[in-house]
């Protein structure tokens, strides 16, 4: 093979990675690398129970979103929840219950899920210092700041 016939198809090569590129970004792959092939790993001092809870997409981003996990508090009478960023630096902290059974769970339980789409994933209150997320169980209900518990019944109709 000669000299210019080797540059040809390098040059053809690269032409077809330029175009293919945007195809594949467009077409979801990239999504699908930061989901599937490599996915968000859950930081070391968060709890097995822990969940991805994916952030509105930014164009190039990768892993944007935060894990939410909750251990039991050392009281045993409520759940220590936390929300990290994929560093693991702390978002919040605090004290939860669940809003039907408000007895705390298991911490070996795989309960917890993203919130819902229907669901905001913030709760806003007076008695609490910040916004809080909200947590999600697999049967539906909803994992509440200890404070709020009250607004269970409201947040769950309205969403707020």
Avoid at 7 to 32: D, M, T
Avoid at 80 to 94: D, I, K, N
Wanted: charged share 20%.
């Amino acid at each position: 093979m000669d000299r210019q016939s080797l540059v040809s198809k390098l040059l053809l090569g690269v032409a077809a990675l330029v175009v293919a590129f945007p195809l594949f970004w467009l077409a979801g792959g990239i999504r699908w690398l930061d989901t599937k092939v490599f996915p968000p790993r859950r930081p070391k001092d968060m709890p097995e129970n822990a969940v991805w809870i994916d952030a509105p997409p930014l164009p190039i981003s990768w892993h944007h979103g935060s894990w939410f996990g909750c251990d039991l508090a050392p009281s045993g009478t409520v759940n220590h929840c936390r929300l990290v960023m994929t560093s693991g630096e702390e978002v919040y902290a605090g004290e939860y219950l669940p809003c039907k059974s408000k007895v705390p769970l298991p911490v070996s339980t795989k309960e917890l899920v993203p919130p819902p789409d229907n669901v905001e994933k913030w709760i806003a209150d007076k008695r609490l210092k910040t916004l809080a997320p909200v947590g999600a169980l697999k049967n539906g209900d909803l994992l509440l700041p200890v404070d709020v518990l009250d607004r269970c019944d409201k947040f769950k109709q309205t969403g707020h």
